[in-house]
Each structure stands twice: as structure tokens, then as C-alpha cells.
């Protein structure tokens, strides 16, 4: 997939700007806070519908302004051309129209423009708590897995509506204990089918992600480890085996989910254990160490990607290169030679060959620095 073109209008610092990147790799340079994350970030809104990191549509608007937009359009492997368009304005909330039709849920537009991003804010991903590590992983898989989009969002109903219901059954009546049956019913086969959709996207992931590690940090040996609340799951369990242990955990915990009112068990409590030489990387590992981990992280869903949809992501990569040394940022140079349309956002600018340097200052429109 290659971004031909993004126009903004009163998005973050930007009033007015035109951004044309070339097709392969492009160092976007400029001083501290003259827009360039916000540059990539008007770009992941035209292909996930969101910007960085749960930033809120408001948060994106021009200071003193009542509405933005952004107006792209993308060229697939076959040179099939997509526009995006975004529009928010405060009083009617965000629309996305795509080839001039509006879309509707926004879930529908996930996987169309195949993207991976990084940037140091995701290092909460390696070193932060368990839901940042859900999200890489539910992200990942939605991209190229529309039904597994489907079962978190049917998941998270459910399991809403079970909390609502044993947050009220300190009293147990007849009634309540059918309703909660029904519930536990739909939450586990739900539960069932997003745990075995994880377990085997990492045994694809993994093998991918050694290797790529590998050819960054030679000598470390890294592994993943799904850690399912469940307790023990077989890789090899079948959606109706993980169906039948959650309902049995659901039956040996009932009593105790009742008296903290909220269900105790599944994927919402699930985490992924990042370990390097066996032991975990955000108890032990270097700073440097994260940001390489994090790295061959983004790298290996791009390959994966790549593999399953035949297209390759945009890359957006924000400030890469701080903290990495020469040896690292040169391995992770040549993996990005591979990768397809690639911007990079840097302070300086990086003297690499086969790179399009472009200064932000000499992007076209008015810019509010
Ligand atoms: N909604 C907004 N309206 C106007 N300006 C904003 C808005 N949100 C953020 N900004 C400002 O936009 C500027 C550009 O931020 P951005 O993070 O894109 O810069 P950057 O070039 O990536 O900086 P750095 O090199 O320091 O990472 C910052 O000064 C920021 O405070």
C-alpha cells in the first residue's frame, strides 16, 4: 500500500499542508515541535480512523478551529486508488468517507489500508501494563482478520452486561441465576474463539519474530508466551475445548465473581510475557533492549502482514533512531530497505543512501510553529 498524497486542513499545528511522500523510504526532518508526528498521525487516521495513542478527535483539532479534515489517497499492489477523506467538526463528531461513500461503523475500514506504526510512546507495549500489550495484539490481528474484530466488540458488550449482572446478585434469585447462564454461555464461546485466534496469530508471529530479532541483536534469544487467566491452555486446543475450560472456570469461580462483582476470567485479563533469555524483558532489559524489542515487534506484523493480505503496510515510524546506536539503526536500516513506503520522522537529518530527505519546512501551505 503507498500513500500518494495527504492534505490537512486545521489538524494539530498544521492550518493548511500538502505531504507527498516518495514510495520508498523517506526521512521527514525538522526541529522539535514543527509537526512531524503530527504529520504520521493524519496519516493513521486515514487508515485506522484514530490518531496516536486514544487521542480524542477533539485533542487533533486546530486550537481555535471547529473542524478538521484530511483528504488522502492510497495506490494498492494492483494500483487500485483509495481516498480517504476525514471530517470532524465538534458538533457532528467524525465522518469517514471512503471512494465518496461514507463507512459506517468506522470498523468497517479497519484492514483496508494496511499500516504499522512506532513510536516511543508504544514502549508502554514492552515495558507497561498488560492492556497495552492486549491492544498490540488485538490491533495486529484486526488488521487482517475482520471476524476476530467482531467477536472483541460482541466480547466487550457481553461482558459489560454479565458485570452489570453480578454486580447486582447479592441476592441471588431464580431469575438472575438463568440470566447469568445465558450470559457466561455467550461470554465463553466469545472467550473461546478470541484466545484461539491469538494463540495461533502468535504461532505464526513468533518464529517471524525471532528471526527478525535475531538479525537486529544476534546473541539474544527472545521469546513470547501467551499467559491466558484460564491457567494452563494447550496451543493446540480446539475452539470447543477452550469453550468447555471456560465454562468450567466460570462454574468454579461463580461464587467469588458474585462477591467482587466482575467477571474474573478471559481475554480482557489476558497478557503476553515478553522474555529475553527467559527472563522478562521489562523487569531486566535496557532501555535499548526495549526499544529493539519493540522494533522487531512492528517489523515482524509488517512481514506477517505482508504475507497474508500480498500487500505490504505504510510504515509510520516516529523519531526512530533516538537511543539506538549505529550498529542497531543500520540492521534495522536494511530490514526497512524491504518494507515497502516507509516515513520516518527524525530531528535531524540522516545521511542514509536510497532515502527521500524531506525538511518539513519546505512542505507546501501554512504551518503554525
Ligand atoms: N490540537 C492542536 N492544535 C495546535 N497545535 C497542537 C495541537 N496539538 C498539538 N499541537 C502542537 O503541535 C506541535 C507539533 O507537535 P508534533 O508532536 O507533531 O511535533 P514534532 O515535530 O513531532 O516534535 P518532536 O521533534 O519534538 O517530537 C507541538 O507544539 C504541539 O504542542
Known amino acids: 500500500m503507498k500513500l500518494q498524497c495527504i492534505h490537512y486542513e486545521n489538524f494539530r499545528n498544521h492550518r493548511l499542508l500538502n505531504f507527498e511522500p516518495s514510495y520508498g523510504i523517506s526521512i521527514l526532518y525538522g526541529p522539535n515541535a514543527s509537526g512531524k508526528t503530527s504529520i504520521l498521525e493524519g496519516v493513521h ?6 490518531g496516536f495513542h486514544n487521542a480524542l478527535d477533539s485533542e ?4 481555535s478551529s471547529d473542524f478538521f479534515v484530511l483528504e488522502s489517497s492510497f495506490l494498492d499492489a494492483t494500483e487500485r486508488a483509495t481516498t480517504v477523506r476525514v471530517l470532524y467538526t465538534k458538533e457532528k463528531e467524525k465522518k469517514i468517507i471512503v471512494d465518496k461513500s461514507e463507512i459506517k461503523p468506522f470498523s468497517r475500514h479497519i484492514g483496508r489500508i494496511p499500516c504499522i506504526t512506532f513510536s516511543p510512546a508504544e514502549l508502554v507495549i514492552v515495558n507497561g501494563a498488560p492492556a497495552e500489550r492486549r491492544r498490540f495484539l488485538d490491533n495486529a490481528i484486526c488488521q487482517t482478520n475482520r471476524r476476530y474484530l467482531d467477536d472483541l466488540l460482541a466480547y466487550k458488550r457481553v461482558l459489560q452486561q454479565r458485570n452489570a449482572l453480578i454486580g447486582q446478585m447479592y441476592e441471588k434469585t431464580g431469575s438472575q441465576k438463568e440470566m447469568l447462564a445465558i450470559w457466561t454461555d ?3 464461546r466469545l472467550a473461546a474463539s478470541i484466545v484461539y485466534t491469538r494463540m495461533q496469530f502468535l504461532s505464526s508471529f513468533l518464529p517471524l519474530f525471532q528471526t527478525l530479532y535475531q538479525l537486529l541483536s544476534p546473541d539474544e534469544h527472545p521469546t513470547i508466551v501467551y499467559r491466558c487467566s484460564l491457567g494452563k491452555v494447550f496451543h493446540d486446543s480446539s475452539i470447543d475445548q477452550l469453550y468447555s475450560q471456560f465454562l468450567v472456570k466460570f462454574e468454579e469461580t461463580e461464587r467469588e465473581e458474585i462477591l467482587r462483582g466482575q467477571t474474573m476470567t478471559g481475554p480482557h485479563r489476558d497478557d503476553l510475557l515478553f522474555l529475553l533469555h527467559t527472563r522478562e524483558i521489562k523487569k531486566y532489559a535496557s532501555q535499548g533492549q526495549m526499544r529493539i524489542f ?3 515487534l512492528k517489523l515482524s506484523q509488517h512481514r506477517l502482514f505482508s504475507d497474508i493480505l500480498g500487500e505490504k503496510p505504510i510504515c509510520l515510524l516516529d523519531d526512530l533512531f533516538s537511543e539506538l546506536d549505529a550498529s542497531h539503526s543500520n540492521a534495522i536500516f536494511r ?6 513506503q516507509t516515513i520516518i520522522t527524525s530531528a535531524e537529518n540522516k545521511p542514509y543512501s536510497h532515502v527521500d530527505s524531506i525538511s518539513i519546512e519546505s512542505l507546501k501551505g501554512i504551518k503554525e510553529m
Do not use: H, K
Open 335 to 340: 530490514l526497512l530497505e524491504t518494507c515497502g
Open 294 to 296: 519493540l522494533i522487531a
Open 45 to 50: 487516521y486515514c487508515a485506522l480512523t484514530r
Open 186 to 188: 455467550s461470554l465463553s
Open 60 to 63: 487533533c483539532l486546530y486550537f
